[in-house]
């Protein structure tokens, strides 16, 4: 009886793997509007208003978070919380904070705080230093590919 559980078994595993990649590839889902980590929140809980005020990224602190278009947000102090309350446009990073080179490519990628640029006023944020670098290639370009590319991906399309 064993003997035939599993030849079952190795018959029919491959068939379920199928059917589940072959629904899974004529899906697509949305993303969700904002790069967040179980453990460090939006933007990996570094702090968006740093990158303005301070020129660097800085990790934000447990006693100044909030939420904000379903994820937390973690800053380095009060004043910084105060100014993103204020204007949270102004500081969140393009795309959600995912990695500006991959919207630009048409999907998303998590992001290392370190690979940043702040264009025009917006902060874009990128998956490393070498992606970002080639990002920085055509800025202008990357930047008009991920606008047309970004309602997509927060539709599913």
């Given at each position: 009886m064993h003997f035939i559980t599993k030849r079952i078994r190795r018959a029919v595993i491959p068939v379920l793997v199928m059917a589940a990649l072959a629904g899974a590839a004529g899906t697509a889902s949305a993303v969700d509007p904002v790069f967040s980590t179980y453990l460090g929140g939006a933007i990996r809980g570094y702090d968006p208003v740093a990158y303005f005020t301070d020129g660097k990224p800085v990790k934000g602190k447990r006693a100044h978070r909030l939420e904000w278009t379903g994820a937390t947000w973690s800053f380095a102090s009060a004043k910084?919380?105060?100014?993103?309350e204020a204007?949270?446009?102004?500081?969140?990073p393009r795309?959600?904070?995912?990695?500006?080179w991959a919207?630009?490519?048409?999907?998303?990628a998590s992001i290392d705080p370190e690979a940043w640029s702040i264009v025009d006023g917006a902060l874009y944020l990128n998956y490393s230093l070498g992606v970002r670098?080639?990002?920085?290639?055509?800025?202008?370009?990357?930047?008009?590919?991920?606008?047309g590319?970004?309602?997509?991906?927060?539709a599913g399309k």
């Amino acid at each position: 009886m064993h003997f035939i559980t599993k030849r079952i078994r190795r018959a029919v595993i491959p068939v379920l793997v199928m059917a589940a990649l072959a629904g899974a590839a004529g899906t697509a889902s949305a993303v969700d509007p904002v790069f967040s980590t179980y453990l460090g929140g939006a933007i990996r809980g570094y702090d968006p208003v740093a990158y303005f005020t301070d020129g660097k990224p800085v990790k934000g602190k447990r006693a100044h978070r909030l939420e904000w278009t379903g994820a937390t947000w973690s800053f380095a102090s009060a004043k910084n919380k105060e100014l993103f309350e204020a204007g949270p446009e102004k500081y969140a990073p393009r795309y959600g904070g995912y990695c500006a080179w991959a919207v630009s490519r048409g999907y998303t990628a998590s992001i290392d705080p370190e690979a940043w640029s702040i264009v025009d006023g917006a902060l874009y944020l990128n998956y490393s230093l070498g992606v970002r670098a080639q990002w920085s290639q055509d800025i202008p370009g990357n930047i008009a590919k991920g606008d047309g590319n970004w309602p997509k991906l927060l539709a599913g399309k």
